[in-house]
């Protein structure tokens, strides 16, 4: 493959209420990063109101292999900073992924017990397997 987007594209990142299903935020699109821009950062500008869910349904838009090889172990890691620190990790497995296709991944992420609101994710990572096919590092600002 010549470049990532060859490879994997994630066409855009929607959240919604787990409980409602309404649409909290959608991405502005362009999120693929090849695994070597670790300098790039993304703004994602949020509503507050997602802090406020107990629970936020992430789903994820992608597109795999446009003319490679199928993904065998497809999934998204995500790493939950505060103040440059991490205090969560999370790893979703999505699996074996057709070459070309078009998929969505959806997963619902539920704060805390005790804890009153969500906390942002601050670095995004796509593997097949063991391989780093996409990174993002994201500083969210939350907007009423």
């Given amino acids: 493959m010549d470049s990532i987007d060859d490879e994997f594209t994630v066409n855009s990142i929607t959240l919604r209420s787990a409980h409602t299903g309404a649409t909290l935020w959608t991405s502005p699109g362009?999120?693929?990063?090849?695994?070597?821009?670790t300098s790039t950062e993304r703004v994602a500008r949020l509503p507050a109101a997602v802090l406020a869910q107990r629970a936020v349904s992430a789903e994820v838009c992608f597109t795999a292999g446009r003319g490679g090889a199928a993904m065998d172990a497809l999934?998204?890691?995500?790493?939950?900073?505060v103040g440059g620190?991490?205090?969560?990790d999370w790893r979703f497995d999505f699996g074996?992924?057709?070459?070309?296709?078009?998929n969505t991944m959806q997963n619902v992420i539920e704060a805390a017990e005790g804890e009153g609101a969500m906390i942002p994710v601050e670095v995004l990572r796509f593997f097949d397997g063991d391989r780093l096919l996409s990174q993002s590092f994201v500083r969210i600002y939350y907007e009423d």
């Fill in 75 to 81: 999934r998204v890691e995500q790493r939950v900073a």
């Fill in 30 to 37: 362009g999120w693929t990063r090849s695994p070597t821009s």
């Fill in 85 to 88: 620190v991490a205090v969560e």
């Fill in 96 to 102: 074996f992924v057709i070459p070309g296709s078009t």
